[in-house]
């Protein structure tokens, strides 16, 4: 049978849609319109899936509303439901939610789910900690590998995932190795599990480790789980490569935007009401526009050669684009480069003596087609620009090595600013940059105007 599937609009349609009984909608498809809809007729949505298939909703990061939906249950259905999902999910939805909702369902947890999910929230945002999992599969090191297989089919509902069995110290309870599960069924079952399992050089991280490290980690061994250990070795849980992805989406997401030069969403761009549309953007844009405003002060100061020499004005266009266009570029690379450890810190005079260079040989390309534009406008007559052309060709050809090479230097440096002040570098957006560039590549070009032009139209 031949089912078509429409997007839906009113409650009604969305509650025919996601009756199990169809048995025909998926996971995502159903997080779509439960999306669609407001909280309340969401989380009654909610209530009356089958707890199975509820649980898989809610596991998902792309339910924008989840800690409100379910708020917005009866108590005792929001518990059962959180009593069955996996901690840091649980703590993830908690920490988005109401604190009077939060204390209300809270206080009706088991004491192992509560202590599990405090724990969690006490670890500051973007660190190891609050993205890891408590639920993980580890057995004593004194097990066999049937004693192992047999643990894993007994915990194997319960634990995030099964790919990789830690082994811990059977009387400290420490990290001593890992096995995959792909190995554990590849050996003979009498065999003791620290023969088939790998002891030396396990990679871990710490609880404060930043995730963006975290990530870093994962890539570079391959790994679908990265353990999480204490000071003193003991296992507190697992960051899985889709909580990775998760959350680098997520910080990706917000760096986009922050980079676009506006205030982040926070939610989906359909999700954002438009009073809220125009607060994210309207702090950045007054910014920027004040900045820009620095622009008319400084054709002011200037305001006596632009009119001894009015062909200069025909190029400020080209002069400050060019040097914005320049810093954007600068800052793009640079920001991508610290977001994925390929500089840090320290790196900033290394990038200082290669930005210059390059800075210097783009200008000089960009001055060469300048220069050459004018010459020609001026022997094709398409153009006028007087008895001392050769000389306003010049001051353009400098002017843009000038300005291109203070755009790749300001933007290359900003972000490594930002970051020693301990703020984030994407905040170091394009227009920002192109703004902070705009207004000193005018008192670049006329600098250098005055140089060149001075006793002739200046």
């Not at 809270?106 to 969690?120: G, I, M, Q, W, Y």
């Amino acid at each position: 049978m031949n089912i078509q599937r429409f997007p839906l609009r009113a409650g009604h349609a969305a509650r025919h849609l996601l009756n199990d009984s169809l048995n025909v909608v998926t996971v995502s498809e159903r997080i779509e319109q439960l999306n669609a809809l407001d909280v309340s007729e969401a989380a009654a949505v909610l209530a009356g899936v089958p707890q199975q298939k509820a649980l898989r909703i809610i596991a998902r990061p792309e339910l924008v509303h989840a800690a409100q939906i379910i708020a917005a249950l009866p108590v005792e259905t929001a518990v059962r439901l959180l009593k069955a999902t996996a901690h840091d999910r649980v703590a993830d939805i908690f920490q988005a939610m109401d604190e009077r909702c939060r204390t209300a369902i809270f206080s009706r947890l088991d004491a192992a789910t509560a202590h599990a999910v405090e724990h969690l929230m006490a670890y500051p945002q973007r660190t190891a900690g609050s993205i890891m999992t408590t639920e993980f599969v580890s057995v004593p090191d004194d097990f066999t590998v049937a004693e192992t297989l047999a643990h894993v089919r007994l915990v194997e509902n319960a634990s995030e995932t099964v790919y990789a069995i830690y082994l811990l110290d059977h009387i400290t309870r420490m990290l001593v190795g890992v096995v995959t599960l792909r190995r554990l069924i590849t050996v003979p079952a009498e065999a003791p599990i620290l023969s088939v399992a790998q002891c030396h050089g396990v990679v871990h991280a710490s609880p404060l480790m930043a995730q963006e490290e975290v990530a870093r980690l994962i890539r570079r061994h391959n790994l679908l789980a990265l353990p999480v250990t204490n000071d003193d070795g003991r296992m507190l849980g697992i960051v899985t490569v889709d909580d990775v992805i998760d959350t680098m989406i997520a910080d990706t997401t917000e760096d986009a935007q922050k980079f676009g030069g506006m205030e982040a969403l926070g939610k989906p761009y359909m999700q954002i009401g438009f009073a809220g549309m125009v607060k994210k953007r309207a702090g950045w844009l007054a910014a920027l526009f004040l900045g820009e405003m620095l622009t008319a002060s400084a054709m002011q100061y200037f305001e006596g050669e632009l009119e001894k020499a009015v062909v200069l004005t025909l190029f400020i266009p080209l002069i400050m684009s060019s040097g914005g266009n320049s810093g954007s570029q600068a800052t793009s690379l640079i920001i991508r480069a610290l977001a994925v450890g390929e500089l840090k810190l320290s790196d900033w005079w290394r990038v200082a003596l290669r930005e210059l260079p390059t800075g210097m040989t783009l200008g000089a390309i960009l001055g060469l087609v300048g220069f050459a534009r004018i010459a020609l406008w001026q022997h094709m007559g398409l153009y006028n620009y007087g008895e001392h052309w050769l000389l306003v060709g010049f001051t353009v050809f400098a002017a843009l090595i000038g300005i291109v090479t203070f755009g790749s230097m300001a933007g290359s440096m900003l972000p490594f600013l930002l970051q020693r002040l301990r703020l984030d570098p994407a905040s170091a957006s394009a227009p920002a940059v192109a703004t902070l560039v705009d207004v000193s590549g005018l008192v670049i070009y006329f600098t250098v105007a005055l140089v060149i032009l001075s006793g002739t139209l200046l």
